[in-house]
């Protein structure tokens, strides 16, 4: 093994055992194990000693401003002061049923900003903004710079996925981590968000952190200190950045799955859906016109279908067929009530977890998924069912993906005699 590697004076292992014993890492150090590291002059086995030991010890802040630099460094950062109207992005840390960037991208440029969204694919239980929008035919995900700043121009929004020069430092840790355990670190997932969304080059920024049984931070305490990190790196970039943590211990609206869910994402869009994914929606799109510094009602350009031609302007640009159907899956089962009652509980992860068991989401990046495949519920907390109604509907084209589902799904909905107290879905803002 190569102690040095291709260096000029460091010393990898040197570096480990340094943050290993919680000592401080220096810049130019940072820089240098990045940029070797993006180089393969790192071996994987030691960055991930080095991920491992920042998983325990932490990053100082200053430490963690110039680790997340030395990430935008590795690549390319896109240059948006060409347009005319003010940027504003949204990242979402995921969650189960979350479609809430199809309605919020098109919504917010049809209030008069430019919305750049520059995606990664889903991993795991959460599905990813670019799978659901590949279930419309004919879109595409991959567009060329310049074709991102026309239609930026030319419709208001974009969602595509981010290119090969976007950050790629952290394309390769990300890959690391996810094998090693070492996703869960506050100052790790922080510099991983934010160098990818200051790299893309808008000028402002919502988050919305998922605190939940559904999402990866499940209590809010850490969730408050994941977004207070992340709007710190914001505004040292000089990107406007406001968090709003909201609940995911339940599925957001009805369904989880890719075209099922850019159906259901089309009938907010159409002034309808349900009213969880509208509240939060209008919650996010009032923080991105606030600091985009447009005085418009979203509410407005929902119900009068200003953002539903945006929409169908985004997906056309991006050589969709707004109108065409849907894939449908070929196996449709139900799961039935076990009892009569009140709904007290419905769990968002097993939900996720079936759905990507039904072959809507993936386990490698480089796997396929399904348009089709899918959970539908159809009681939420507070409704009343009789034993024996059909609670959910499960989606798929691989019949043998059933009963995985069936397991996951297991308790996921609870039934008892009283209603749940109602429960807020912002829990919390931090700017
Ligand atoms: N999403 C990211 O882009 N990076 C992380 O580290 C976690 C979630």
Request: glycine share 10%; proline share 5%.
């Amino acid at each position: 093994m190569n102690r040095t590697s291709a260096s000029p004076g460091f010393d990898v292992v040197d570096l480990i055992r340094r943050k290993r014993d919680a000592g401080v890492l220096g810049g130019e150090e940072i820089d240098w194990l990045i940029e070797a590291y993006v180089a393969d002059g790192i071996a994987d086995e030691q960055m991930s000693a080095m991920l491992m030991a920042i998983f325990w010890q932490g990053l100082s802040s200053g430490e963690l401003a110039r680790w997340t630099e030395a990430m935008i460094a590795s690549g390319e950062e896109v240059d948006l002061s060409s347009l005319s109207r003010p940027t504003v992005d949204k990242h979402s840390t995921g969650g189960v049923g979350d479609k809430i960037s199809l309605v919020l991208a098109p919504l917010v440029a049809a209030c008069g900003a430019a919305v750049p969204q520059l995606s990664g694919r889903g991993l795991g239980h959460t599905g990813g903004t670019l799978d659901k929008l590949e279930a419309i035919p004919g879109w595409r995900s991959s567009l060329e710079p310049d074709a991102i700043l026309r239609q930026l121009d030319e419709v208001g929004c974009v969602i595509c996925a981010a290119g090969a020069d976007l950050a790629p430092a952290d394309r390769k840790l990300y890959a690391l981590r996810d094998v090693t355990g070492t996703v869960e670190s506050i100052p790790l997932i922080s510099a991983s968000i934010m160098s990818k969304k200051i790299a893309e080059g808008t000028a402002s920024l919502v988050l919305d952190v998922k605190v939940g049984d559904g999402a990866f931070m499940t209590d809010t305490q850490r969730a408050a200190e994941l977004a207070r990190t992340m709007v710190a790196l914001g505004r040292a970039h000089q990107v406007k950045t406001v968090a709003l943590l909201t609940a995911m211990d339940t599925p957001l609206g009805r369904t989880a799955g890719n075209a099922l869910e850019v159906i259901e994402a089309v009938e907010v869009l159409s002034g309808g859906g349900p009213d969880d994914v509208v509240e939060v929606t209008l919650a996010l799109a009032r923080e991105m016109l606030s600091l985009a510094g447009i005085d418009a009602d979203p509410a407005l350009a929902l119900a009068d279908g200003a953002a539903l031609a945006t929409w169908r302007a985004m997906v056309v640009a991006q050589g969709g067929d707004p109108d065409a159907a849907l894939a449908r899956a070929s196996h449709i089962e139900t799961v039935r009530a076990e009892r009569s009652g009140v709904v007290t509980r419905l769990a968002a992860r097993p939900v996720g977890v079936a759905a990507w068991r039904l072959g809507a989401g993936r386990t490698r990046k480089e796997d396929p998924v399904s348009a089709a495949a899918g959970v539908v519920w159809l009681a939420r907390p507070g409704d009343e069912v009789r034993a024996g109604d059909p609670v959910f509907e499960l989606h798929t084209d691989d019949p043998d993906r059933m009963d995985r589902a069936r397991e996951a799904l297991a308790g996921a909905m609870e039934i008892g005699d009283e209603p749940p107290p109602s429960a807020p879905l912002v829990l919390d803002r931090v700017d």
